[in-house]
């Protein structure tokens, strides 16, 4: 039996911590907390001190027994969560629900996963930092009570199924905000002017004017003043100026840069740079402080010198601006940065690559430039044109790094390089344009900006942004944008000689693929949220609480004060809210019915938005449509919404069935019979034609009919969610792009059936037949029990090969929906 036990919260930091540690050493994993607050009830005694009820969640039991038991044979038990505040509550969660022993119990940081870093933990530990744990705990607390005060109210005054959060409430805040602003925003059209001009060598340059005109005429009058004028460079002004690398990547920074450059995800950051750290590859990447070690101050220096030279290297310290900043960490980098390019899957290469080359870039030389600005004038007006120029003399830091911008971060546009010229030269002009422009209501929010708005105001911390932003998602107060824009028209006038053309052009507006827009639900439960709740939605406030868990976490605050602090107004206020404030649907009244004369309006209701013709005071009954998946509540018009009450439309008939258009929650499609059709993309319900419809029922008919026998049972093909597939007895087949599955062969069907068949075969860990259930290989190493439908998913931990018949028969049980047995009436009274 080992004489040390090393806990960590992580199987795969668990698998690469064990190749650095002797035999005297076992590693185990708690698979994050494993306690925490319950699910189905609030868990904190807000009378006694707002203290919280922990209790092990019944799959994790069975790990705590395990863990138990080897502490109790261990003559030391390292604990080794992370170094954050999340870490720290893991660590004193072992502590208590293991009992560990005080004098044989060490807690263990480290920054990263490598043999040194390792080694030095060892030979420096700590006990359990307490004010960390209850900062944790205030943070926990906290928006425990947010969420499960507020959340019944909004089940109350909106729709059942909603929730409330402190950090989540305010990021919809934020978008919907944001679209309020697009929606209210009326463009303006100038005019503005570009030209082009030659030298007396004959080489080509743009020039544009700081000035705008209002109108086409003032651009126009303008234009004519410049006929047969003389050119000349009025001033040349050259300055040498010098760009400086950006500091070496926070957990921010991070997520907003592979945002831009490899389009991942908020999450998809940190899932990817979780993996990277427990392979030891990256420090820990959930920090807010810019700090390099005086050892990777030093690997910088030594790989920039030997792969550029002396004079690119230039070392640096950086201090971070962000408040509650631990500058005892360091910034994300790579553990060895002779590392340049190590074998990975091909997003963590990319994720591995962006931060060597930021972290290498950080400690380089400025790049040197030399800035030129030309005044171009004219010998009939007295407005200039000006061109602006930039030469890089020394590309410095420039060689490996350029950090990206976001779209609302406007780049300064370069022309590049300026031919040679001097002052009085006089200059040939080969034409010169002015062009209708619109200003730009705001950009919506990408996961990065808003990741940088919300590091801006103070709102969250490194460990929130990804699952803040996951989860406004997954409530569905938040989608990802799919309109890819709309054409708009714009004029353009070109002066060339002496002759003046107009011509009208085109262009893509008004594109929030991939945008973060707030849904009506966003919008309705924000609106009630600011109206009752103004504190909880207050920037300030959310960013002051953030300042208040940076201060329990120093010690200088006691963690059960604040949260009195925060309860005594915010609960009576809760039950205000719930006794006194009117239900809210988001109801915009659109008009009056033509044909009834009852009124028309928008609202959410029990399904989603809505039309309604008529109110519950009418005679009749209200009438009521769905929004189609394009409109909004504060948006759609009133001509939009009647349209809706033409659904579904009636086409005709096809080999005797009859044909309707509708649309559904996967958009508009076509019914033939109890065959539904999807439209193509563009395609409406309330224009499509009778003949169009019978196309897509063919195009159906023909892929569904079989393409193959193969033993006794029907082979069809389709195209679903993760691609092409072919069917067979039940089961779908996915077809990969070895195969041509427009022709596929008998000989391709029969081995993607085989291969499945096999795959279904040696997915089965046991098998007990007779009570139907059996126990299958599920992804990321779990494993499943199933019965019929009932699935019991098991934790890691389990060793699924050894499980007995009778264990898995409780476990099926314990997850079977108990059947409800109707109440005996009682008897009724004598008489």
């Known amino acids: 039996m080992a004489k040390n036990l090393v806990i960590v919260e992580s199987p795969a930091k668990a698998k690469t911590i064990e190749k650095f540690l002797g035999k005297d050493y076992k590693v185990e994993s708690s698979f994050g907390h494993i306690a925490d607050l319950p699910s189905k009830e609030l868990g904190v005694d807000v009378e006694n001190g707002f203290k919280p009820k922990y209790i092990v969640d019944s799959d994790k039991k069975a ?37 560990l022993d005080k004098a044989k119990t060490k807690r263990i940081v480290f920054n990263s996963i490598t043999k040194a870093a390792i080694q030095r933990a060892i030979e420096n530990p700590r006990e359990i930092n307490y004010n960390l744990v209850n900062a944790q705990q205030a943070r926990r ?67 544009k004017m700081n000035k705008t005109f209002s109108s086409q005429e003032e651009a126009e009058a303008f234009l004519k003043q410049n006929i047969g004028a003389n050119f000349s460079v009025a001033n040349l002004d050259k300055k040498p100026a010098k760009k400086s690398p950006a500091a070496p990547f926070t957990t921010s920074t991070l997520q907003q840069e592979a945002s831009r450059k ?143 911008i976001d779209d609302e971060d406007m780049a300064e546009e370069q022309d590049g390089m300026l031919p040679a010229m001097k002052e009085g030269e006089a200059l040939k002009n080969t034409n010169i344009s002015a062009t209708e422009r619109f200003s730009r209501a705001p950009y919506r929010y990408s996961e990065a900006s808003l990741v940088k708005k919300l590091e801006e105001l103070g709102i969250g911390r490194p460990s929130t942004y990804a699952p803040t932003i996951s989860t406004i998602q997954n409530r569905g107060y938040v989608e990802k944008g799919t309109i890819e824009g709309t054409e708009r028209n714009y004029m353009q006038l070109v002066l060339k000689g002496d002759k003046l053309a107009s011509k009208e052009l085109t262009e893509k507006v008004g594109s929030d693929k991939g945008k973060l827009v707030p849904t009506d639900i966003g919008m309705i439960v924000t609106d009630f949220l600011v109206d009752h709740f103004a504190n909880i939605l207050d920037y300030n406030f959310t960013a002051k609480v953030e300042e208040d868990f940076d201060e329990i976490a120093s010690g ?116 033939f019979g109890k065959t539904f059709v999807s439209m193509a993309p563009g395609e409406s319900a309330l224009d499509i034609t009778m003949e169009r419809a019978a196309e897509l029922i063919q195009e159906k008919e023909l892929a569904d009919a079989p393409i193959a026998m193969y033993e006794e049972k029907e082979v ?92 898995a028969k409780a476990l099926i049980e314990k997850k079977t929906p108990k059947k409800k047995t109707k109440a005996k009436a009682k008897p009724k009274a004598k008489k």
Do not use: C
Not at 269 to 298: C, F, H, P, W
């Open 716 to 807: 069809t093909k389709g195209t679903g969610r993760f691609g092409p597939f072919i069917k067979w007895d039940g089961m779908f087949i996915n077809v990969n792009k070895k195969y041509d599955f427009d022709n596929l062969s008998k000989e391709d069907i029969v081995e993607l059936i085989e291969a499945k068949k096999q795959k279904e075969i040696d997915k089965v860990v046991q098998d007990w037949p007779e009570e139907g259930i059996r126990i299958e290989k599920a992804r990321w190493g779990r494993h499943n029990i199933l019965k019929g439908k009932i699935k019991v998913e098991l934790s890691k931990d389990v060793d699924a090969s050894k499980m007995k018949l009778e264990e």
């Open 262 to 404: 490899i389009y991942f995800s908020v999450g998809k950051t940190m899932q990817v740079a979780q993996r990277l750290y427990e392979a030891g590859l990256i420090t820990y990447m959930r920090t807010d402080s810019v700090n390099l070690s005086k050892e990777a101050l030093a690997e910088a220096k030594e790989a920039i010198i030997s792969n550029y030279g002396k004079e690119y290297s230039t070392v640096r310290n950086f201090t971070g601006k962000s408040k509650g900043a631990q500058e005892a960490h360091e910034a994300i980098r790579p553990t060895d940065m002779k590392i340049q390019s190590p074998s990975l899957e091909r997003d963590q290469s990319k994720l591995y690559d962006l931060i060597w080359k930021r972290t290498l870039a950080s400690q380089m030389s400025d790049a040197q430039l030399e800035r030129t600005n030309v005044k171009i004038s004219a010998s009939t007006h007295k407005d200039e044109f000006s061109a602006n120029g930039e030469v890089i003399k020394f590309d410095g830091f420039l060689k490996v790094y350029m950090e990206g």
């Open 63 to 99: 790990l705590v027994k395990k863990l138990k038991d080897l502490a109790q044979k261990a003559d030391t038990i390292w604990l080794a969560s992370d170094e954050d505040r999340e870490g720290e509550a893991i660590s004193w969660h072992l502590a208590e629900e293991l009992n």
């Open 141 to 207: 607390v906290l928006d425990r009570l947010v969420g499960y005060e507020l959340s019944p109210v909004l089940w109350k005054k909106i729709k059942p199924g909603l929730s409330a959060g402190r950090v989540q409430s305010v990021a919809v805040r934020l978008i919907v905000e944001r679209e309020r602003d697009i929606e209210g925003f009326s463009p303006e059209a100038s005019f503005k002017i570009s030209a082009v001009f030659k030298t007396k060598e004959g080489a080509a340059f743009s020039a």
């Open 556 to 671: 200088d605050e006691d963690w059960q004060k604040v949260m009195s602090n925060f309860y005594k107004d915010f609960h009576p206020n809760v039950i205000d809210v719930e006794e006194n404030a009117d239900r809210a649907s988001g109801e915009r009244i659109l008009g009056k019915d033509p044909k009834s004369g009852r009124q028309v309006s928008v609202r959410l209701g029990r399904f989603g938005p809505m039309v309604q013709i008529g109110t519950v005071e009418d005679e009749e009954k209200p009438l009521f449509a769905s929004l189609l998946p394009e409109h909004s509540l504060n948006t759609i018009s009133f001509e939009e919404a009647m349209d809706l009450f033409k659904l579904p439309r009636k086409l005709g008939v096809y080999k005797g069935e009859e044909v309707e258009a509708n649309v559904g929650r996967f958009g508009p499609y076509v019914k």
